[in-house]
């Protein structure tokens, strides 16, 4: 079991958040304990990323972001 940064905030009528140290884990609920549901679900489906198909027409460049 590992321990994350779990960041939420209000946005309206969501609660919206995400693990800071997994790039791409975002969500959101209608309540912090639906957020961190579903929260826990995306991380499990970004870990299993690497088992999913990538399909033939699937393209990649580099792209320059100023920062």
Known sequence: MTTMTFEYWQD????VGRLREVPGC????????ELESNIREV???LRSDEDLPI??????????IAA
Do not use: D, H, R
């Open 12 to 15: 309206e009528a969501w609660s």
């Open 26 to 33: 975002f969500s959101q609920g209608a309540t912090v304990e």
């Open 43 to 45: 991380y499990e489906l």
């Open 55 to 64: 399909p033939p027409n699937t393209m990649t460049k580099s792209l320059l």
